[in-house]
C-alpha cells in the first residue's frame, strides 16, 4: 500500500466514525422525539393542589414590537392550568406597539394576576437582558418562566415544568411526599441547591408558520428537523448544557447567585452577579445554561411539551443572515474542534463523507449510498418532525409534506455555504444594529454613533 493509500484508508476511517456519531445522535434525537412526544402529554398532579399549596411562579414575557401571531402566543400564559401564577409583560418603551395587544388580553383575563413593566434601563449590549432586569427585581416568585414573545404552549406546560424542576414523580402517588419535602415552597425562599438537582426546565422548539414565506419555511423545516433531532440527541446524553431562550423555567435566587462569565466584566472593581451578569452575551441563554450546569452544577431537564415557536415573514435572506450570525456567536463560544465538526452534521456534505468512507473501506457505489443516506435522512427528519407536532395539532396552520419537503431540500442545500459564509466574518446584524462578536462571545456594538453604543 503506498503513501497515498494509506492517506486515504487513515481518512476513510476518521470520516467513517464521524459518520457513525452523527447517525447515532440522529436515531437518538428520533427515539428520544418519538418516545417522550409522540403519546397524549398526562397532567400533573400539581395543576390539581389548592392555590395554598402551590409553588408560585412568575410568568415574564420580554417583548419587543408586533411579533407574529402576538395575541394568540401572549394568550397562551392567561389560560394555564395551574393554580398559583403572575403574569409580567415587559417592555422597554411606553410606545411600544405590543403595549397595545397586550392592554386587550389583561382586558380579557382579569382575573389573571398580570402586570405591565415598562423599564428603560440598559445595563449592557442585549437587549433582552435590559428588558429582564426589572420584571427579576420585582417578581413574586422566586420561580421564573421566562418566555419569548413569539411562543405559545398548551394549558399543561407549565405544571408539568414544575413538576420536573421540582424532581417530584407527579404520575406516582409519592407526588404529595416529594412536593412537601422539596426546598421551594414558599414564595420568596429556596434552600441552596445540590449538586445534581435541576437547575432549569426547557423545551425544544416546535415551529409554526402563519404566512408561508420562503424564509419562513425554510427556517420551520431547519427548526422541526435538524435543529431538533440534534437539540434532543445532546440533552438526552447529558454530556453538556445545550439550551435556547425560548422557554426556560428556572430560580430566580440560582441565577442572582451565578457570577459573570464575561472577561471583560471580570476585570470590574466589582464585576456584575444574577442576570446582569450576561448582558454582553448575545446568547445569553447559553451563557446561563452553562453557569448554572458548571458554577452550580446543576442538571437541566424537559418535559413532553414543545415551545410552539410562530415564525414571521421572512425572506431568504432573513433567514441566511439569521443561521450565519447564531454560526458566528457559536464559533465564539465552542472549541474550535467542535465548530470544524459541525458540517458533518449535514445531510449532504456529512453524506458525501460518509458515503465516500465506506467505498473506500468497503467497495460501493458512492451514488447509490449517498441516494440511500438521503432518503434515510429525510425519513427520520420527517418523523422527527411528526412526533414534535402531536399534542399541538391545531395550534398552528396545517402545511403539505410536500411543500415541507420541498423547504427541507433548499434547507439543506444552502446549509454548507452558510456555514462558510459565516465562517469568513465576526460581525452580525441584530434588532438593526451591528455587533462584532469576540473570542469570549460577547457582542460589541460597532455602530458608535448610536447613543446606547457602549465601548469596550
Not at 503513501?3 to 436515531?27: C, E, K, M, N, R
Not at 401571531?69 to 418603551?93: G, H, R, S, T
Not at 439569521?322 to 457559536?330: L, T
Given at each position: 500500500m ?52 402551590a ?9 419587543c414590537g ?12 392567561m ?62 416568585y ?8 413569539t ?36 414564595d ?46 445532546i ?17 430566580k435566587s ?21 442576570l446582569?451578569?450576561?448582558s454582553?452575551?448575545?446568547a ?112 398552528g ?16 442545500v ?17 434588532r ?25
Amino acid at each position: 500500500m503506498g503513501s497515498g493509500d494509506t492517506v486515504s484508508f487513515v481518512l476513510a476511517i476518521f470520516l467513517l466514525v464521524i459518520y457513525a456519531v452523527v447517525w447515532t445522535l440522529s436515531l437518538i434525537g428520533l427515539r428520544v422525539a418519538r418516545n417522550r412526544y409522540s403519546g397524549k402529554s398526562l397532567p400533573s398532579r400539581l395543576s390539581t393542589l389548592p392555590k395554598t399549596s402551590a409553588p408560585g411562579v412568575t410568568i415574564i414575557r420580554p417583548l419587543c414590537g408586533l411579533d407574529n401571531n402576538l395575541f394568540n402566543a401572549l394568550e397562551a400564559a392567561m389560560n394555564l392550568e395551574y393554580p398559583k401564577y403572575e403574569v409580567i409583560f415587559a417592555l422597554q418603551d411606553e410606545r411600544d406597539e405590543a403595549l397595545l395587544v397586550v392592554k386587550l388580553i389583561m382586558e380579557k383575563y382579569p382575573h389573571v394576576d398580570s402586570r405591565i413593566i415598562i423599564n428603560d434601563a440598559k445595563v449592557g449590549v442585549n437587549p433582552k437582558i435590559n428588558n429582564l432586569m426589572m420584571p427579576f427585581a420585582e417578581a413574586k416568585y422566586d420561580l421564573l418562566w421566562v418566555i419569548d414573545a413569539t411562543i405559545a404552549f398548551t394549558p399543561g406546560t407549565l405544571a408539568r415544568a414544575v413538576a420536573t424542576f421540582l424532581g417530584a414523580s407527579y404520575s406516582d402517588s409519592s407526588f404529595d411526599s416529594e412536593l412537601e419535602s422539596t426546598p421551594l415552597l414558599a414564595d420568596n425562599t429556596r434552600s441552596p441547591p445540590k449538586a445534581g438537582d435541576v437547575g432549569l426546565v426547557h423545551h425544544v422548539p416546535y415551529a409554526v408558520t402563519y404566512k408561508k414565506s420562503l424564509g419562513s419555511l425554510v427556517e420551520q423545516a431547519f427548526l422541526n428537523t435538524t435543529h431538533a433531532k440534534m437539540y434532543l440527541a445532546i440533552n438526552a446524553l447529558g454530556i453538556d448544557s445545550c439550551i435556547m431562550g425560548k422557554s426556560n423555567l428556572y430560580s430566580k435566587s440560582n441565577i442572582d447567585s451565578l457570577t459573570t462569565p464575561s472577561p471583560s466584566l471580570r476585570k470590574l472593581p466589582d464585576p456584575p452577579t444574577g442576570l446582569a451578569a450576561f448582558s454582553p452575551f448575545m446568547a445569553e441563554d447559553n451563557m446561563i445554561g452553562l453557569s448554572l450546569w458548571h458554577e452550580l452544577r446543576l442538571k437541566h431537564a424537559m418535559t413532553g411539551d414543545v415551545a410552539v415557536d410562530c415564525l414571521g415573514t421572512l425572506s431568504l435572506k432573513d433567514y441566511i443572515a439569521r443561521r450565519s450570525r447564531w454560526i458566528r456567536v457559536r464559533k465564539r463560544m465552542t472549541p474550535i474542534p467542535a465548530t470544524m465538526l459541525e458540517p458533518f452534521t449535514e445531510s449532504i456534505f456529512g453524506g458525501l463523507c460518509g458515503t465516500w468512507a465506506t467505498s473506500r473501506l468497503f467497495g460501493a457505489s458512492v451514488p447509490a449510498l449517498w441516494l440511500v443516506h438521503m432518503v434515510a435522512w429525510l425519513s427520520v427528519d420527517l418523523s422527527v418532525r411528526r412526533y414534535l407536532g402531536t399534542n399541538v395539532k391545531g395550534m398552528g396552520p396545517p402545511q403539505g409534506t410536500a411543500m415541507f419537503v420541498g423547504a427541507w431540500l433548499i434547507r439543506e442545500v444552502l446549509a454548507m455555504p452558510v456555514y462558510l459564509y459565516a465562517l469568513c466574518g465576526d460581525q452580525v446584524m441584530w434588532r438593526g444594529r451591528r455587533y462584532r462578536i469576540v473570542q469570549s462571545g460577547e457582542a460589541i456594538c460597532v455602530d458608535d454613533h448610536r447613543p446606547d453604543a457602549l465601548s469596550h
